[in-house]
């Protein structure tokens, strides 16, 4: 009897090799691995492409007509038989590589076929290379049902037996196994869904449209709602279990810092968010808070008056940066804000001497030390908090969520943690990536900011380019030029850094003008040094490359250049223009590129010259994109990969999962009631997974 749980290897057509294949190339074990394999599109396998009218090669399709020859061509590797297919508007080769004599076997000249796959081109002739043919008669049945399934098969499967209709034949030899639903009776009712077995059925075979749209819809939801779900009942589960440590009291060191040494009043947006997080710390919640605010919102004050909340209580606190750059700045700005009070502060990176960073050692297991800010190097196990009850990390997606675990561990109970990050997230892509977290907002920049003058220039117009930048730099201001080294390690891109740092000497010769330069294969010692003269305002323009993007606080600068812009991302595009426009004067932003542009890279720039709503642009940037590419969701890994929802796309469905897993956990928090059990357990299934995961079980 075939169930969810035999193996694939049972099925006819599946030998020990292939089936070795389907796991090691497809995740593919079970029935159920391979129920919950969706096709990842489909064509319409009622219509048909003419022969003359085939011009996009990317796509799937098919063409009804009969071979007229086949004839033998190349020979070692490059052996094939080319089959010479026509319809009425013309004619197009049908291409088999390699040893495939079965081919003129199998299919007879002036016999009507369909020939099925995604023609190819090379040059100006378009061909079909190993598509599926098959035969009017047989598929008539399958034609009147319209869509048809592709499969996703990876390049590596080097197994050409191993296609899409191969799965297709597998699919169909399980579709009659028996699938459990787990959703409870109420979920399913009050959204209407489709039984899972259905939805599952008609995913892979479609048979008519609203049909296969609700199963779209069963099955988008389960994905989004298993989610959601995990991420819900975590945070209920945090709250609960983990005590956190109580800010009960605001104290001397915060009242004295917000009465005689605050820089200028705070935003009201600044308030609203300390409360919010007040409130939380003060009760013995453990806090795990996401602070979203656009650049330049002013996150750091924010950060800082919260530390000295910590501070207040009797504990310590600590700032974490994701370059030595930004840590060091941070370090800067604190320390001059807090001059005076009797508050021990450090800083601590890869490049600290080793008598500092003994000495940092001792003063944080003493106690001695209020605030330590620094990078990575704060999460060596070597370093030992006394009683660390509050971290603030900058810029957090550059850390991944396993970074911020072995924060927690530095402490009995676990640390307050603030995530800043200003790289606007859409919601949907927050309520995935953090939802988890609770969620703060700065949507609100200090007064006074004019926006900042955004315009797009060809790289023939450098000549006017840098007389503005001439002016701009005789009425005191300084320039930021970036470049686009996106790999570091890239030779070729160092070279594109140099040829730009020669061609600006060129251009602006010392002594009259000065150049710092930065990236991230210089020495700490040569950054550090090159940053600070920027900042002191001895040098007019500063050369660099994205290593500036984040954080980077130069009032007096307001000019950022960007070369090449069309090669950099929405999302690091609106992070590199907040580096101007933080002083009191008129700031521009101009991107420069080639005349050649995408339509992605066009659409990229005109979105970058109509707004500065970060908002805005990730959305933009996720249409663009798809949310798995987007910045920041790269280097810390989608916590889920999602086989059919699509967060562009399914904010709706996706508001709705959340929705229910919110009153579900409300009514039932550990899933206990009977009727949730079947839930719960996949749940459980789904926590586990490897990365292949399936509603089935
Ligand atoms: P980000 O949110 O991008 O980290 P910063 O913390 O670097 O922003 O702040 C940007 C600039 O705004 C800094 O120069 C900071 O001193 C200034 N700033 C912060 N808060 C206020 C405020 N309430 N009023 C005026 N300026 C502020
Ligand atoms: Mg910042």
């Known amino acids: 009897m075939l169930s969810v749980h035999t193996e694939l290897k049972f099925l006819t057509g599946v030998g020990a090799a292939r089936a070795q294949k389907l796991i090691e190339h497809l995740r593919l074990r079970t029935v159920a691995d391979l129920l919950g394999y969706y096709p990842f599109r489909y064509i319409d396998r009622s219509k048909?492409?003419?022969?003359?009218?085939?011009?996009?090669?990317?796509?799937?399709?098919?063409?009804?007509?009969?071979?007229?020859?086949?004839?033998?061509e190349g020979a070692g590797k490059a052996k094939r038989i080319v089959g010479t297919f026509k319809d009425e508007s013309g004619t197009v080769d049908v291409i088999w590589f390699g040893n495939q004599s079965w081919v003129t076997e199998s299919y007879k000249l002036k016999k009507e076929y369909i020939?099925?796959?995604?023609?190819?081109?090379?040059?100006?002739?378009?061909?079909?290379?190993?598509?599926?043919?098959?035969?009017?008669?047989?598929?008539?049945s399958r034609l009147e049902q319209g869509l048809q399934g592709i499969y996703r098969i990876p390049d590596s499967l080097k197994d050409k037996a191993i296609n899409t209709r191969y799965i297709r034949n597998l699919v169909f030899q399980v579709l009659g196994v028996e699938i459990n639903d787990y959703l409870p009776e109420s979920v399913i009712k009050e959204l209407g869904l489709l039984p899972l077995q259905q939805a599952i059925r008609t995913i892979h075979f479609p048979s008519d449209d609203l049909l296969f749209r609700r199963a779209q819809f069963r099955l988008k939801f389960d994905e989004l709602f298993l989610i959601q779900l995990y991420l819900v009942q975590n945070k209920g589960l945090r709250k609960v279990e983990w005590k956190g440590h109580v800010f009960s009291v605001v104290g001397e060191y915060f009242n004295h810092f917000y009465n005689h040494l605050l820089p200028f009043p705070l935003t009201e947006a600044q308030k609203r968010v300390i409360r919010e997080m007040r409130k939380d710390m003060g009760t013995g919640k453990h806090m795990n808070r996401l602070?979203?605010?656009?650049?330049?919102?002013?996150?750091?004050?924010v950060a800082l008056l919260l530390m000295l909340l910590a501070n207040d209580n009797g504990f310590q606190a600590c700032l974490m940066a994701p370059t030595e750059i930004l840590a060091t700045q941070h370090y800067q700005t604190i320390t001059q804000m807090l001059s005076g009070m009797p508050l021990k502060i450090a800083l601590l990176t890869g490049s600290t001497r080793k008598k500092v960073r003994t000495e940092i050692h001792e003063d944080l297991q003493s106690g001695a030390l209020h605030i330590l800010i620094g990078t990575h190097a704060l999460l060596e196990d070597v370093v030992v908090f006394k009683n660390l009850a509050l971290v603030v990390i900058d810029e957090q997606h550059r850390f991944g969520v396993a970074q911020r675990a072995r924060l927690w561990a530095k402490s009995v109970i676990p640390p307050h943690v603030v995530v800043m990050t200003a790289t606007p997230i859409p919601r949907t892509l927050a309520l995935t990536l953090y939802g988890d977290l609770d969620i703060s907002v700065l949507d609100e920049l200090p007064p006074g900011r004019k926006p900042v003058v955004t315009t797009h220039m060809y790289d023939h117009q450098r000549l006017r380019l840098f007389k503005f930048l001439r002016d701009e730099i005789a009425k005191g201001r300084q320039v930021y030029i970036v470049y686009p080294l996106i790999k570091e390690s890239e030779k070729l891109d160092i070279k594109h850094l140099e040829d730009g740092i020669e061609s600006i000497t060129r251009a602006f010769p010392p002594p009259q003008y000065a150049s710092s330069v930065l990236h991230g294969q210089m020495k700490p010692d040569d950054k550090n040094r090159n940053m600070e003269l920027f900042v002191k305002g001895q040098t007019h323009i500063m050369v660099a490359t994205t290593v500036i993007e984040v954080g980077v606080n130069v009032p007096n600068a307001s000019v950022m250049v960007i070369e090449n812009?069309?090669?950099f991302g929405l999302s690091q595009l609106h992070q590199l223009r907040g580096r101007v426009g933080r002083g009191a004067e008129q700031s521009y932003c101009v991107l420069m590129t080639t005349v050649k542009l995408t339509s992605d890279g066009r659409k990229r720039i005109q979105t970058m010259c109509e707004t500065q709503d970060g908002f805005r642009i990730a959305?933009?940037?996720?249409?663009?994109?798809?949310?798995?590419?987007?910045?920041?969701?790269?280097?810390?890994?989608?916590?889920f990969d999602l086989k059919i929802a699509n967060l562009a796309e399914d904010g709706i469905i996706l508001q709705k999962a959340?929705?229910?897993?919110?009153?579900?956990?409300?009514?039932?928090?550990?899933?206990?009631?009977?009727?949730?059990?079947?839930?719960?357990?996949?749940?459980?299934?789904?926590?586990?997974?490897?990365?292949?995961?399936?509603?089935?079980?």
Do not use: C
């Open 48 to 72: 048909f492409h003419l022969i003359s009218e085939l011009n996009d090669p990317s796509t799937y399709i098919q063409i009804k007509g009969y071979f007229i020859a086949f004839r033998n």
């Open 115 to 140: 020939v099925f796959g995604k023609p190819n081109q090379f040059k100006n002739t378009i061909s079909f290379p190993h598509p599926e043919i098959e035969d009017p008669l047989v598929v008539k």
């Open 291 to 301: 602070l979203q605010g656009d650049v330049g919102s002013g996150k750091t004050l």
């Open 565 to 567: 812009a069309e090669r």
């Open 619 to 639: 959305e933009v940037d996720m249409q663009l994109r798809g949310p798995g590419d987007m910045d920041g969701t790269q280097q810390s890994g989608m916590p």
């Open 658 to 697: 959340r929705d229910m897993a919110d009153a579900l956990v409300k009514d039932d928090p550990l899933l206990e009631k009977p009727e949730h059990s079947a839930l719960a357990e996949t749940l459980r299934n789904y926590k586990n997974r490897e990365s292949n995961w399936s509603l089935i079980s």
